[in-house]
């Protein structure tokens, strides 16, 4: 079992930047995958970008060339560095955490989810 503890939300102004933290703790397996979903108002949760152990990326389109996934494996946190905000990144972002080898980060939800953390972009 794990614990995922996200950090990092914000009201920001439309062209802000903001980044999120997710800390892992717990079992942790040597071959994983992390990942940053999010949830907008009456919207289905979102993959918006994950990252694999072997450092793997995938974006969703909406956000390529504006965030960027990494991660610290020594410290056991990923982190989401967001860039060029719009209002329609305005969400709850999770940040999950799944076993296994991937050679590309899954689009099925599974694994462990964080609590979520509040990203608000408006002037």
């Known amino acids: 079992q794990v614990q995922l503890v996200e950090s990092g939300g914000d009201l920001v102004q439309p062209g802000g930047s903001l980044r999120l933290s997710c800390v892992v703790s717990g079992n942790i397996f040597i071959s994983n995958a992390m990942g940053w979903h999010r949830q907008a108002p009456g919207k289905e949760r979102e993959l918006v970008a994950g990252?694999?152990?072997?450092?793997?990326?995938r974006y969703a389109d909406s956000v390529k060339g504006r965030f960027t996934i990494s991660r610290d494996k020594a410290k056991n946190t990923v982190y989401l560095e967001m860039n060029s905000l719009k209002p329609e990144d305005t969400a709850v972002y999770y940040c999950?955490?799944?076993?296994?080898?991937?050679?590309?980060?899954?689009?099925?939800?599974?694994?462990?989810w964080g609590q979520g953390t509040q990203v608000t972009v408006s002037s």
């Open positions: 999950n955490y799944r076993t296994g080898y991937y050679s590309e980060y899954p689009l099925r939800d599974s694994g462990s």
């Open positions: 990252i694999t152990s072997g450092g793997s990326t």
